[in-house]
């Protein structure tokens, strides 16, 4: 019984993801030929990877931009994933971008101020959705290699904004991806799915 609606979810779920895609474009994150270095859902010392990681040409300070309109809903400094910002898109995503290198202004001098309140380099501000929307291709941030980077790239997680839940951000890139290497299996990821009754 309980493999009947463990697969009657996935089912669920996955008629539910092909749906939503179709509905939702996204502007690349960058103005640059987009490459991998990451792919979501590897396995990780202690972690799955949750996101994407976009090359940067092997620099820091490309103009990071926002992939639809919206506006940037949580600003972070971290330990783990240095200068963060997280994006709330008006079509029902939202994007966490981790290991910036710059924030821009107004927001810089705000974080810059709160870390000397603080006394401490981790800061976070939560923005209500009046104080800094963006548009489109609208560039938020400068990529970087901040926090637990190895090398200057974006990490862009991205999730469905009501649920909370972390999705495959391919779909939406796939054919802005110049891809450099063939398709290879390295196993099959399940999700639970929280169901509300
Ligand atoms: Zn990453």
């Not at 200068?83 to 924030?103: A, E, K, P, Q």
Request: overall charge neutral; glycine content about 10%.
């Amino acid at each position: 019984m309980k493999q009947y609606i463990a697969a009657f979810l996935l089912a669920c779920c996955i008629q539910g993801y092909a749906q939503e895609k179709k509905q939702v474009t996204f502007t690349p994150p960058f103005d640059f030929p987009l490459t991998l270095s990451g792919n979501f859902g590897e396995i990780r010392t202690n972690h799955f990877h949750g996101g994407l990681d976009f090359k940067t040409g092997g620099v820091i300070g490309k103009p990071v931009h926002a992939l639809a309109d919206g506006y940037i809903s949580r600003i972070r400094v971290t330990n783990g994933s240095g200068y963060v910002l997280d994006v709330c898109y008006y079509n029902g995503y939202s994007t966490i971008n981790r290991h910036l290198s710059v924030f821009l202004s107004p927001i810089a001098e705000r974080v810059e101020k709160l870390q000397y309140e603080n006394e401490n380099w981790e800061v976070e501000i939560i923005p209500g959705p009046e104080e800094y929307p963006v548009k489109a291709g609208q560039p938020i941030a400068w990529s970087g290699n901040t926090g637990y980077s190895f090398g200057p790239h974006l990490h862009l997680d991205v999730f469905e904004t009501e649920s909370g839940e972390f999705i495959d951000p391919m779909p939406f890139f796939r054919t802005k991806i110049k891809d450099t290497r063939a398709p290879k299996a390295d196993g099959i990821m399940l999700f639970l799915k929280r169901v509300k009754v």
